[in-house]
């Protein structure tokens, strides 16, 4: 078991395969200090690394106890006595106090990880995982608080939440409950944090740390298109495969809070959690308020160690039955070929033609409801046009599957448009303030999903929808942002916006148990809610609206930091592009898409015949490496981003034995010499044979000599090289 408490030294200890974390019981009056985190270490005895101002153990519990707790290295920190720093419970008593103090209680240790409820969270058995229970109290507030670890076996992972229990007699109103607190002495960090807007998400930002507070935030009420509920601290020196780093990624799809502080001894606090602002949880005696769950990662070699293990971890430990590891459907979706001007004929065309090249599915995009013929009108009405589809989606569908292609859908649960039947006869389940007229945005209004009534108002339609066909997967969207956030009891309006997320997570774990086959791809206007808790209910997410290949290298290589290329829903788009006019050759398209979740997404009857003859050879490379790299090893070996002219990623299978390289030429440029590529990954003794050049060389060979970059004229080229094991 990677967890034990050491009772002489008041330690403890949490073991992951390359990591170790200490906890220290600390003084009389038993604060709860983060000691270590790096490196595997057998050593217990490390409290000598909490020193206050140059002093070590024990401390006076008298003179400065204000500046003592403001330096100490915290749990899980609090405010009002002395800890001025970012405070992760935050409180007010019924008078409107707002002090707190949290020191240990009790603590117990077990075998496998407890679900969270209502909640996405990581799992995993007594075979792969063990979990402490720290529990603290305020013993004046008679509150208690349950730091949950959870430490696996295999990867050098810890997933931490909070459960704040009050066990007092008065209630107590919860203004902030962050999930995670990471207090460490600085070793020249830089921060990595990634932003963005829409069609142009998770670009990733890295630098130096700084004095005072930084980080990423989302107060969207989605995790959104500008920010990820991520940071890492990486060593100044840290690059792709040495240095350590230290990442924290939030299991959550609403407002958040990610955020690295230097104080000023130069000590880091590193949270995570609900952003505070406009949160208020009311806790009544008795009751229990669990924040959602950080995956926190330790990394010493560097950003691909970060990489595997977040990679690894959500493969195996996140995304669930059936799609856990298994090969994603090829598809064609009908939204950048038609837009809303589609009938039955127009689709069952595009079906034969899909069928005719090898294409697995058909997803009918929006417009398929209500009487929506732009994006104004009919979200809430949930039942088809059959101006449109005549005989209805059975009938569609039908005639797809005939086709021999697998049928899919999308809808938009969320949201209402105000010209809809729903809207008519219920106006208040959109969320609105009493007597101020709500913000539209792309003409609609959110539904209120807070509310039960409302959730099972439009399950019952989608349930409807879903079983009227064979429908086999469903692309459930999400177009804006939410405002004029009020609903609940006046006293209760700080709550709205996490029973809004709970309530999301219900409707998909309610569709799923009741459709489980069914492939949910979540999406927000692209990648508006690309975040580890979608990931729990959809294996893979609509990476971006922007579906121009050149643009999509980059929001997908920051993708990949984080996210396995399984999870990254990738088409080839209509050109010149749809986002930005620009032209790119049709296999350069394929070759940018193909480490995804592969499609397409233009009108195929439109395509050259060259270019429509290609697509069976595009799917063949599909089924033969996309088990590579959408299980495999993840490298990112040039970044167009860094150098201006040409990217590359490359995966690696498990076993070693097969490594795929997409190298994408961007930009020409005259060189004087060829350019060197070491290869990453390989097994040093074993011989692979290019598929490029026909060369066969040692691992150590392609790695340490390196691969020339194949020579290409012209912009936006690019070249799938398949390295086999002879
Ligand atoms: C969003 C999605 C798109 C498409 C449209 C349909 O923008 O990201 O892929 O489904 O909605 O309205």
Known sequence: MGISFNGRERVFRLDTPGSTYLINIVDEA??????????????????????????????????????????????????????????????????????????????????????????????????????????????????????????????DVICRSARIENRGEKTLRLTGALSACLDMDNRD????????????????????????????????????????????????????DHGQVYAMHLVYSGN???????????????????????????????????????????????????????????????????????PRPSLVNNWEATYFDFDTEKLLDIARTAAQSGIEMLVLDDGWFGHRNRDDSSLGDWTVNEEKLPGGLKYLADEVNRLGLKFGLW??????????????????????VPGRPPMLSRNQLVLDFSRAEVRDCVYAQLHAVLSSASIAYVKWDMNRALTDVAGLDTDRQGELLHRYVLGLYDLQERLLRDFPDLLLENCASGGGRFDPGMLYYSPQIWTSDNTDAIDRLRIQEGTALLYPLSTMGAHVAACPSHTNGRVTPFATRALVSLPGCFGYELDLTQLKPEELAMIPGQLEDYRKYG????????????????????????????????????????????????????????????????????????????????????????????????????
């Open 189 to 240: 960090f830089d921060l990595i944090t990634l932003h963005g807007s829409w069609a142009y998400e998770r670009m990733i930002n890295r630098r130096p740390l700084s004095w005072g507070r930084q980080g990423a935030a989302s107060k969207r009420g989605i995790s959104s298109h500008q920010e990820q509920p991520f940071l890492a601290l990486a060593e100044h020196d840290a690059g792709q």
């Open 411 to 432: 809808v938009e649960p969320e949201m209402v448009s105000p010209d809809s039947a729903l809207y008519r006869a219920h106006p208040d389940y959109a969320l609105q």
């Open 627 to 726: 088990p590579v790299f959408h299980d495999g090893d993840y490298y990112r070996l040039a970044s167009c981003s860094e150098n201006g002219e040409y990217d590359v990623l490359m995966a690696v299978s498990k076993d070693r034995r097969t490594a795929v390289i997409d190298y994408v030429h961007v930009m020409s440029r005259q060189r004087r010499r060829d350019v060197l590529l070491p290869l990453r990954g390989l097994a040093e003794e074993v011989r692979y044979r290019s598929s490029e050049t026909g060369e066969v060389r040692s691992g150590a060979g392609w790695m340490y000599g390196g691969m020339l970059l194949p020579k290409m004229a012209g912009d936006f080229l690019g070249k799938l090289i398949v390295l086999e094991a002879v």
């Open 30 to 155: 038993g604060f709860l200090c983060h000691t270590y985190y790096g490196r595997r270490i057998p050593d217990d005895g490390m409290s000598y690394l909490l020193r206050i101002n140059g002093e070590q153990l024990p401390f006076r519990s008298s003179g400065d106890q204000t500046g003592f707790l403001d330096e100490l290295p915290m749990e899980y920190s609090w405010g009002g006595q002395g800890d001025f720093r970012e405070s992760c419970l935050r409180l007010e008593t019924e008078e409107g106090y707002r002090t707190c103090c949290l020191t240990y209680l009790s603590h117990k240790i077990y075998g496998g990880k407890p679900s969270l409820p209502g909640l996405p969270a990581a799992y995993g058995g007594e075979e792969d995982c063990a979990t402490l229970e720290l529990w603290c109290r305020d013993s004046c507030l008679g509150l208690e608080v349950c730091l949950l670890y959870t430490v696996f076996e295999k990867l």
């Open 256 to 326: 958040f809070l990610a955020q690295a502080e230097m104080s000023q001894q130069g000590l880091v606090r590193a949270v995570i959690g609900i952003h505070p602002e406009g949160f208020a949880w009311k806790l009544r005696p008795g009751e229990s308020f669990q924040t959602p769950e950080a995956v926190q990662v330790y990394s010493h070699t560097g950003l691909d160690g970060m990489t595997h293990t977040l990679h690894d971890f959500y493969r195996n430990h996140l995304i669930r039955d059936p799609w856990r590891n298994r």
